[in-house]
């Protein structure tokens, strides 16, 4: 049977505001340990290390061109893709999606048609400090985090009195249903008690989409025994454990389909684990260069020469984009809105 090793970096839970991980993701490929081996063997004969490890490799200038030489022959020859999400980004979309939407919602707007949401997001994540004042939106993404975790009548006070500090009248589409209602729909749905800020489920459910339609059949997942990954082991168990049937179109490209062909999960010794290193090298330049385009880090590899490595439908990222018609076109017809309030219902157990 075919199998995929995961593996993760950048998770810090519900915490999307850490200042020393802003981006999170994960990778997929589906590659036997044989073939591991001997390309870790090809691209560096003289690794003393007991296991692979691309933060530790990538210190190294002399290591650069064996590690774009590695990911080349990845991307090339191996059914594989990574996702990538800029954290406080996600942050902004999930206050759209929880302290906006709602409010449309019950007035019979689809919020999701299209993207619009991840559009409204867009526009608040990198024009919000300039129009709601920078300390006052910085106190409603904090605000808005701690509320989605504590869930209390204090913090979600305190919500409705951040959102009403900022220069909301700006953009009042976005912030009004919080700031001049104090909407009873939102305020409900971020007191949800099975939602939460944690985007493991988000980052797992991208790379679940493109596994299966790579999958010639049913798959397996295997993956390394870190404890961040224990979130996304539980969440693996679950889709595998879901047996009713359902579609849902997710993008322009991408439909995700109820029952899973994935079968089997399980975790593994990243050590005794060829693959699941490879895993790890992916994902790591990823967030690296993730960083480096940022601006927030140096050093490593170069991040304009690593992307021009890959396929379109090999890397998947959740930025925020200013291309607002590139995103309608992307998202038309999907049903994101749909898809969320099933995964909600039936895998995460809350209902909207």
Same mark, same amino acid.
Request: aromatic letters at 10%; a negative charge; charged letters at 25%.
């Given at each position: 049977m075919e199998c995929f090793r995961i593996d993760e970096s950048g998770y810090t839970g519900f915490d999307l505001l850490n200042a020393d991980q802003r981006f999170q993701g #994960?990778?997929?490929?589906?590659?036997? &340990? &044989? &073939? #591991?081996?001997?390309?870790?063997?090809?691209?560096?004969?003289?690794?003393q290390a007991p296991e692979?490890?691309?933060?530790?490799?990538?210190?190294?200038?002399?290591?650069?061109?064996r590690l774009i030489g590695l990911m080349r022959d990845l991307l090339s020859d191996f059914k594989c893709v990574t996702c990538v999400c800029d954290k406080r980004f996600m942050l902004t979309l999930m206050f759209v999606d929880y302290a906006v939407e709602p409010y449309y919602y019950e007035r019979g707007f689809d919020f999701y048609a299209d993207g619009q949401n991840y559009a409204m997001a867009s526009m608040l994540h990198m024009a919000g400090p300039t129009l709601l004042g920078k300390p006052q939106f910085k106190r409603l993404m904090v605000s808005f985090q701690r509320a989605m975790k504590e869930k209390t009548d204090?913090?979600?006070?305190?919500?409705?009195?951040?959102?009403r500090g900022t220069n909301w009248g700006q953009i009042p589409e976005v912030i009004g249903p919080l700031a001049r209602y104090a909407d009873p729909e939102c305020l409900e749905a971020i007191a949800t008690p099975e939602l939460s800020t944690d985007v493991a489920i988000v980052v797992l459910q991208s790379l679940i989409t493109r596994m299966e339609v790579m999958a010639d059949g049913p798959y397996r997942v295997e993956h390394d025994q870190s404890k961040n990954l224990a979130t996304y082991h539980e969440l693996l168990q679950r889709f595998i454990y879901y047996n009713d049937t359902a579609q849902f179109r997710a993008t322009e490209i991408t439909t995700l389909s109820f029952p899973l062909k994935l079968t089997e999960v399980k975790q593994v010794d990243s050590k005794k684990s060829p693959a699941v290193q490879l895993a790890d090298v992916m994902i790591g330049a990823a967030i690296e260069a993730g960083n480096n385009l940022a601006g927030l880090r140096s050093g490593g590899l170069d991040p304009e020469q690593l992307l021009a490595l890959y396929a379109d439908e090999q890397f998947i990222h959740m930025?925020?984009?200013? &291309?607002?018609?590139?995103?309608?076109?992307f998202r038309q017809g999907t049903q994101n809105g749909d898809l969320i309030d099933y995964l909600a219902a039936n895998l995460m157990g809350a209902k909207r």
């Amino acid at each position: 049977m075919e199998c995929f090793r995961i593996d993760e970096s950048g998770y810090t839970g519900f915490d999307l505001l850490n200042a020393d991980q802003r981006f999170q993701g #994960a990778a997929a490929i589906a590659i036997a &340990d &044989d &073939d #591991a081996k001997r390309l870790i063997k090809q691209h560096f004969p003289k690794l003393q290390a007991p296991e692979l490890k691309y933060r530790s490799l990538s210190r190294r200038e002399t290591n650069h061109p064996r590690l774009i030489g590695l990911m080349r022959d990845l991307l090339s020859d191996f059914k594989c893709v990574t996702c990538v999400c800029d954290k406080r980004f996600m942050l902004t979309l999930m206050f759209v999606d929880y302290a906006v939407e709602p409010y449309y919602y019950e007035r019979g707007f689809d919020f999701y048609a299209d993207g619009q949401n991840y559009a409204m997001a867009s526009m608040l994540h990198m024009a919000g400090p300039t129009l709601l004042g920078k300390p006052q939106f910085k106190r409603l993404m904090v605000s808005f985090q701690r509320a989605m975790k504590e869930k209390t009548d204090g913090v979600l006070n305190e919500l409705v009195a951040a959102a009403r500090g900022t220069n909301w009248g700006q953009i009042p589409e976005v912030i009004g249903p919080l700031a001049r209602y104090a909407d009873p729909e939102c305020l409900e749905a971020i007191a949800t008690p099975e939602l939460s800020t944690d985007v493991a489920i988000v980052v797992l459910q991208s790379l679940i989409t493109r596994m299966e339609v790579m999958a010639d059949g049913p798959y397996r997942v295997e993956h390394d025994q870190s404890k961040n990954l224990a979130t996304y082991h539980e969440l693996l168990q679950r889709f595998i454990y879901y047996n009713d049937t359902a579609q849902f179109r997710a993008t322009e490209i991408t439909t995700l389909s109820f029952p899973l062909k994935l079968t089997e999960v399980k975790q593994v010794d990243s050590k005794k684990s060829p693959a699941v290193q490879l895993a790890d090298v992916m994902i790591g330049a990823a967030i690296e260069a993730g960083n480096n385009l940022a601006g927030l880090r140096s050093g490593g590899l170069d991040p304009e020469q690593l992307l021009a490595l890959y396929a379109d439908e090999q890397f998947i990222h959740m930025l925020p984009s200013i &291309d607002f018609e590139e995103q309608r076109r992307f998202r038309q017809g999907t049903q994101n809105g749909d898809l969320i309030d099933y995964l909600a219902a039936n895998l995460m157990g809350a209902k909207r």
